[in-house]
């Protein structure tokens, strides 16, 4: 897949997503095959005033390139400064706007899929950062309720210079619920002429393979499905390139994929532990008879005490 000048090898996106696609995750993501990974979204407004913890959004490592950081905010102005200050500073391949996130106090604020109601100023908006910066500007949106005004509001986003179009399936009233409408994502895609990517429910191989064919979308983008999970880009590869089912993740091997995103985020200095918490309750995800073990991490107190638990559980019969 091409976006603007960038070539991808490949059309498997990682999804940006708040609290989950620091650096360390996004590197076990390119690991097993994405193809471009995302930032988690930085407030526009924040960087602006060079806030530390949304700067720190961005920050990246040769490892994972091609990567793009995804801007979330509402004035064309202050936006398109922070993409200057995000590419000046970390040199993303990529900036994305973010026109899709259904979280209410993004919404309050007027950021996000809270846009899709002024197809005018996300116009503005892309525009605005398109002349600023010097790579790709690409969009993230959900659809709304209407097939014609969804369509409109994409074509708005490609007249004025976005280089791809991310569509989730979902309105903004779903949030993550029901069912993503490839119906929506396959007209967006036969109006446009810049790549399209599918977003929503590509959770297994044979549910990529009927999206993309349905959709004849360029790319998927991977959200939920890989919290916990990055392997899920080695398995979605493998299918739709040769048709291969891989056998499932063993429960040792994705402690394996555990204990790496630790070693990453000791090496970059990333080491959290409210995010390290999290993230070991993910890789536990689908493991029977593991309540124990969960209600142990909650109880821990500290990032030692979550390692030790994670590594007792190797060899005892789990």
């Given amino acids: 897949m091409i976006i603007g000048k960038l070539k991808l090898n490949g059309n498997l996106i990682l999804a940006p997503m708040s609290g989950v696609t620091n650096l360390p995750f996004r590197l076990l993501c390119k690991k097993y095959g994405a193809a471009l990974v995302f930032s988690e979204m930085a407030c526009s ?8 913890k949304s700067m720190e ?3 990246t490592s040769l490892e994972e390139r091609p990567m793009g950081i995804q801007l979330l905010g509402s004035d064309p102005d202050i936006l398109a400064s922070s993409a200057v200050i995000m590419q000046e500073t970390y040199r993303p391949e990529i900036i994305d706007v973010n026109l899709g996130c259904p979280d209410q106090n993004v919404i309050r604020n007027g950021f996000g899929s809270a846009l899709l109601k002024d197809p005018e100023k996300i116009g503005e908006i892309i525009e ?13 949106m959900r659809i709304l309720d209407s097939l014609e005004e969804t369509c409109k509001i ?3 986003i490609e007249s004025a210079g976005a280089q791809a179009l991310t569509v989730h399936g979902r309105t903004q009233k779903q949030g993550y619920s029901g069912k993503s409408d490839l119906d929506f994502i396959k007209c967006v895609k036969e109006r446009l002429s810049i790549p399209v990517i599918a977003n929503g429910d590509v959770f297994d191989e044979k549910q990529a393979m009927h999206v993309l064919e349905y959709t004849q979308c360029d790319g998927l983008m991977i959200g939920r499905a890989a919290m916990g999970d990055p392997y899920i880009f080695r398995r979605l590869s493998q299918y739709l390139d040769r048709g291969e089912l891989l056998p499932a993740r063993t429960f040792e091997e994705r402690l ?3 204990f790496g995103y630790e070693e990453l985020c000791r090496k970059y200095d990333l080491m959290a ?6 993230k070991a309750q993910w890789f536990l995800k689908y493991k029977e008879n593991i309540k124990p073990v969960r209600e142990k991490i909650n109880d821990a107190r500290d990032v030692d005490s979550i390692i030790g638990i994670m590594r007792a559980l190797r060899g005892n019969g789990f």
């Fill in 45 to 52: 407004e924040a960087i602006v005033r060079k806030n530390p």
């Fill in 154 to 156: 994409a074509w708005r």
């Fill in 128 to 140: 605005k950062i398109s002349g600023s910066v010097d790579v790709p500007v690409t969009a993230k």
């Fill in 57 to 59: 959004r961005g920050f």
């Fill in 256 to 258: 394996d994929d555990f």
């Fill in 273 to 278: 532990y409210s995010d390290l918490k999290l």
